[in-house]
């Protein structure tokens, strides 16, 4: 039997040698010579101030929503497309109650009191199980790189992205 998630219950801690290879597997032929790494943010003030940063760098989003896209064509050849929304929906909606609670109790331990970030947390987490679900809906694996961010979210960590060379996880 498999453990139940432990949304947001790793973040802050330092990354173990076991998480760093759970990126590194995740971001597979994107780990390359212009990123100089893989770093663990240890505060959700820190947190805070990367997320509402204005020099993200837009071509990992890009990346991501061309993979959406094409994995959204995927699935809706596989199935209907009302059958994939439904679907897609219910992902969401079974996790959203509590998602957002473990991303308020992680917050609450480390005395913030942001809603924002909260909300913050709990939006990226629940886009990550979307875009999973639909991955596994249009044929892929679990090596898939949205399957592998969601397993670091349901494994207590925030994967923030790339931000300025190198790949955040909190």
Do not use: K
């Amino acid at each position: 039997m498999m453990a139940p998630p432990a949304w947001f219950a790793r973040v802050g801690l330092p990354l173990a040698t076991a998480d760093e290879a759970e990126i590194r597997a995740m971001l597979g032929d994107d780990l390359d010579s212009t990123r100089t790494g893989i770093r663990g943010v240890a505060r959700w003030h820190d947190v805070g101030e990367i997320i509402r940063a204005v020099d993200w760098d837009s071509a990992s989003w890009d990346r991501e929503e061309e993979e959406r896209q094409r994995l959204w064509q995927c699935a809706t050849e596989r199935l209907d497309e009302t059958t994939v929304l439904e679907q897609l929906t219910d992902v969401t909606g079974v996790l959203a109650d509590a998602v957002h609670g473990a991303a308020a109790i992680a917050a609450a331990r480390d005395r913030v009191t942001d809603p924002g970030l909260v909300r913050a947390a709990s939006g990226a987490a629940l886009m990550a199980a979307h875009q999973s679900a639909l991955a596994r809906l249009a044929g892929e694996g679990p090596t898939h790189f949205f399957a592998r961010r969601c397993a670091l979210f349901e494994g207590g960590r925030w994967p923030l992205g790339e931000y300025r060379g190198q790949y955040l996880v909190f």
